[in-house]
């Protein structure tokens, strides 16, 4: 069985300064929460582990993204591309970018792309001046990403910004229907509003879902999500484990005892995420 995981945080550099590492009680509570327990490389940090655990799970390519967030802890594009070059065969970037001063923001674009970065995270509910997705301000951005064919991952669920208004779907259904040629992945699933953001996914075609972590334990609307995977989503329905939250191979292995078709397992645990990555094979 082959993987590809979204969302991938490994123990290096900025990423040992940001909460998750930084607050291990905070993260094991949070992993508990939805039935997991942190695996040896979180607790000791370790790349090499986390490599063996990857192997261990089948996951063959995670996407390490950056952030730019007084909120949550930032890291720039500079280390996401030194912990890709550790492993660049297993590894793929996408550089945070802070949306507040526009100018700057593109140039920080540009720069990503010419670093060999596969996409962007644009974060806008938690920069240092908290915005929509869908804010004007931000416009200026996605006509940018458009015309440079590059993909944007916004994370548009869980504590995506100061209320929960900033994990509404209708902000991310705004920019996808101005922006109808970017593609678009929405971290975290617009969770908790599971089913309202699988009819913006209906509506828009350049959408893709990324639950992540909001599909396990239980937690509201996971069972909404596993019908969009079995549905119309069988293409657009990207697999993450938010690692270090969830383990990879507990994480798979849970993944694949949810009742998906067996048409749709291989589509959402690796070809999807491969197309819009751009991987041969």
Known sequence: MRVIDFRLRPPMKAFLQMVMYANLARTEHMARGIGFTLPRSVREASFDLMLEEMDEAGVEWGVVPGRISPVLG???????????ARRPDRLIGYAGIDPVDCRKAI???????????????????????????????????????????????????????????????????????????????????????????????????????????????????????????????????????????????DGVDTFLRFPLKESVIDRVLYKNAAELLGLKG
Not at 74 to 84: G, L
Not at 146 to 160: E, R
Not at 168 to 197: L, T, Y
């Open 107 to 249: 140039a920080a674009i540009d720069a990503a792309v010419t670093m060999g970065m596969k996409g962007l995270v644009i974060e806008p509910g938690l920069s240092s001046n908290p915005m929509h997705l869908d804010d004007a301000r931000m416009y200026p951005l996605y006509a940018h990403c458009q015309d440079l064919k590059v993909p944007v991952l916004f994370m548009a669920g869980g504590n995506a910004g100061p209320d929960v208004t900033y994990t509404s779907p209708e902000h991310i259904d705004r920019v996808a229907r101005d922006f109808p040629h970017m593609k678009i992945i929405s971290g975290h699933g617009n969770w908790p509003w599971a089913a309202q953001m699988i009819h913006v996914c209906y509506r828009r075609p350049n959408i893709w879902l990324s639950p992540d972590m909001y599909i396990f334990g239980g937690m509201p609307g996971a069972q909404d999500y596993i019908n969009a995977a079995n549905g119309f989503m069988a293409e657009r329905f990207l697999f993450a484990t938010a690692y270090p939250l969830l383990p990879f191979k």
């Open 74 to 84: 930032t890291i720039e594009a500079d280390d996401i591309a030194a912990i890709v």
